[in-house]
């Protein structure tokens, strides 16, 4: 039997390390119409094919062609639009951890041959609706696993080294969310000036500022570079390094409450949680009604913020507290961070990407 031919689509760069997991796999070609989102996938996938998306030259290009032979296109968003042009079977893997997944977001993906089920939590949204929707499904497991690497003190202290970081200390990994809810804006500086000397501090903002960044993001980015050369022992990574590798060397989570946190807990990572005016417990329930999002899974998603300490911006607190807070509290929470684990993933292991490539083979033969 002939293999499939895949091709794999994304205009965000979210969806990249879901999708060349498939593709470490399954072969095939990368295809994007945004230009950034392919710069920095061939850093950290240069030895993938990949070619730029430009549907109205038809086949003159390159991109179009790519979609147009395979018989498999595995995409992270809906896409309707373009993966309508083209004869290819269509997969939808999630990119981050789809903690939000609701009814509406589920009836966008309908014209879909197969979606990938991440675990426990996105099974049972599914099965909810599959009746309605008639959904087809199959469990995966979290794609990005697969290229999380093995943890060891001696692997950490190479990585730092690397990094110019000091390999005797602790590392405080900070990552937010996105605008308009993440806290970079209101944080990032205090973060920088108020973590306590003694840890690495590691910042990375969302790639939706970090790749895509405004003026106002760079002139922000320069000062927080500044701050951080003063600091010492600290690191600014606007989508340098992968994702995997910072949850690797993280004693300490600080983000939003967003995917970051989810996705670290695969090392057990103790969690700090930021509050602001735009996200706190408020902000989320009316963020998750205005997503449709069933309220039993929003009662099972709030369950994070017990997974670790909280700091709230618009209090007083000094955030140096908080970090020694959120440590000393961490081992205490190691129960609570396992069965949320548990419930949003279901499995510790790193071969989702054979899974879903069988799943092709299958859906294609």
Known sequence: MTAPRVAYFSRMFQAVPQLMEVQKYAGGVFVSNRASTLAAAHKLYPRAPMCRYRGWLGRLNAGYRALAGADAIVTGA????????????????????????????????RHFDLLCVIGPRMRRTMERYHGELGLNTMESGYLPFGEYPEKSVEINQAVLSRLGLDTGRRTVVYMPWGKPYGSWDVMAERVVLETPPDFNLILRPHPSQGLTARRA????????????????NTLLD?????????????????TDGTSPAEESLFYDAPQLFIQTNVWSGDSIRAYAAKEGMHEADLASYLDLFNCGASFDARQGQPFATAVERALADADGLKGRREAYFNWVFGQRDRLAGQRVHQSLLQLVG
Do not use: W
Request: aromatic residues 10%; proline residues 6%.
């Open 238 to 254: 606007i989508n340098t390094q992968p994702l995997p590798l910072l949850f690797s060397l993280a004693d300490l989570m600080v």
């Open 78 to 109: 809906p896409g309707r639009k373009v993966l309508s042009k083209f004869r290819a079977k269509t997969c939808m893997v999630f990119h981050g951890t789809y903690m939000f997944l609701a009814k509406p977001a589920l009836e966008q993906m």
């Open 217 to 232: 993001d760079r002139e922000g980015f320069r000062r927080i570079s500044a701050l951080c050369a003063q600091r010492r």
